[in-house]
């Protein structure tokens, strides 16, 4: 069973569920479970290069690191917590850090769940999906498909008319005044454009006979198997078997909606 062949819209309430399910827990070893079983399964099943993760994984770590190193540094300390270390003002204590490493945790756990969705998933298959399964209006999901799909075009307009303006003598913007001037020259012929653009694929789905009607036939059907039900089950099971693990080992703790 490969994540690319899930149905992705019960590939999403899955990752849904999943997060709602961690946010309850507040304890170090649950989202680090978690995080090792969703990283494993998204390499493994998902056939995702491990470069390519840890490019994307990486900003969070950071992101992680500075929510650990606030958390020391501004946490509460209680009477009756052990202390680990002081100077000055600052004290760090066992629950302290504990509470800290727990939020760094949570959000590298929410990422790779993030990145197991988006790393499997086909934009043009999940608002398929959104429309087969959820029903989702097909004149807000093909919009959404065809802003999609003129983003590369928009990108190389954007260059082309920058290189025009280069060979033309167009010095470049220093000034916050010359830069907003700048931006008005690319704005301008890059809105028309996106205008034109917009109207000739309006008056093309016009002429193919596109109303936006909820019950039209799908070329492309999105359905959903026992394989999907069967990777939402065992994805919630996992979180769940982290929690269990945690408690086990008499770590779990419930959030209670202070630091």
């Given at each position: 069973?490969l994540?690319h062949d899930?149905?992705?819209?019960?590939?999403?309430?899955?990752?849904?569920?999943?997060?709602?399910?961690?946010?309850?827990f507040f304890d170090p070893?649950?989202?680090?479970?978690t995080?090792?079983?969703?990283a494993?399964?998204?390499?493994?099943?998902?056939?995702?290069?491990i470069?390519?993760?840890?490019?994307?994984?990486s900003?969070?770590?950071?992101m992680?690191?500075i929510?650990?190193?606030?958390a020391?540094?501004?946490?509460?300390?209680d009477q009756g917590?052990?202390i680990?270390w002081?100077w000055?003002?600052?004290t760090?204590t066992?629950e302290?850090?504990q509470?800290?490493?727990s939020?760094?945790?949570?959000?590298?756990?929410?990422?790779?769940?993030?990145?197991?969705?988006?790393?499997?998933?086909?934009?043009?298959?999940?608002?398929?999906?959104l429309?087969q399964q959820?029903?989702?209006?097909?004149?807000?999901?093909y919009?959404i498909?065809?802003?999609y799909?003129?983003?590369?075009?928009?990108?190389?307009?954007?260059?082309?008319?920058?290189?025009?303006?280069?060979?033309?003598?167009?010095?470049?913007a220093?000034?916050?005044?010359e830069?907003?001037?700048?931006?008005?020259?690319y704005?301008?012929p890059?809105l028309?454009?996106?205008?034109r653009k917009?109207?000739?694929?309006?008056?093309?789905m016009?002429s193919?006979g596109?109303t936006?009607d909820?019950?039209?036939?799908?070329y492309?059907?999105i359905?959903v198997t026992?394989?999907?039900?069967?990777?939402s089950?065992?994805?919630?099971?996992?979180v769940?078997?982290?929690?269990?693990?945690?408690?086990?080992?008499?770590y779990?703790?419930?959030y209670?909606?202070?630091?």
């Amino acid at each position: 069973m490969l994540l690319h062949d899930i149905n992705p819209s019960i590939k999403a309430l899955t990752v849904v569920i999943c997060v709602l399910i961690l946010s309850i827990f507040f304890d170090p070893l649950t989202p680090l479970l978690t995080l090792i079983i969703t990283a494993s399964t998204t390499l493994i099943l998902g056939r995702v290069s491990i470069k390519k993760w840890l490019l994307l994984f990486s900003p969070f770590l950071f992101m992680a690191f500075i929510y650990i190193w606030s958390a020391v540094l501004f946490s509460r300390t209680d009477q009756g917590e052990t202390i680990l270390w002081t100077w000055g003002i600052l004290t760090l204590t066992e629950e302290g850090f504990q509470r800290a490493l727990s939020l760094g945790l949570r959000v590298l756990s929410f990422t790779s769940l993030s990145l197991l969705f988006i790393l499997t998933t086909k934009p043009t298959e999940f608002l398929l999906s959104l429309m087969q399964q959820c029903r989702l209006s097909p004149k807000l999901a093909y919009g959404i498909m065809a802003g999609y799909r003129f983003l590369p075009l928009i990108k190389e307009e954007f260059e082309i008319i920058r290189s025009a303006h280069r060979i033309r003598g167009v010095g470049k913007a220093r000034s916050f005044s010359e830069k907003l001037a700048e931006l008005k020259r690319y704005a301008v012929p890059l809105l028309a454009g996106a205008i034109r653009k917009a109207e000739r694929t309006a008056m093309a789905m016009e002429s193919k006979g596109f109303t936006g009607d909820k019950n039209r036939q799908f070329y492309h059907k999105i359905t959903v198997t026992w394989k999907d039900l069967a990777f939402s089950v065992i994805m919630v099971a996992a979180v769940l078997l982290s929690a269990y693990t945690s408690w086990k080992l008499g770590y779990l703790q419930l959030y209670n909606g202070e630091l």
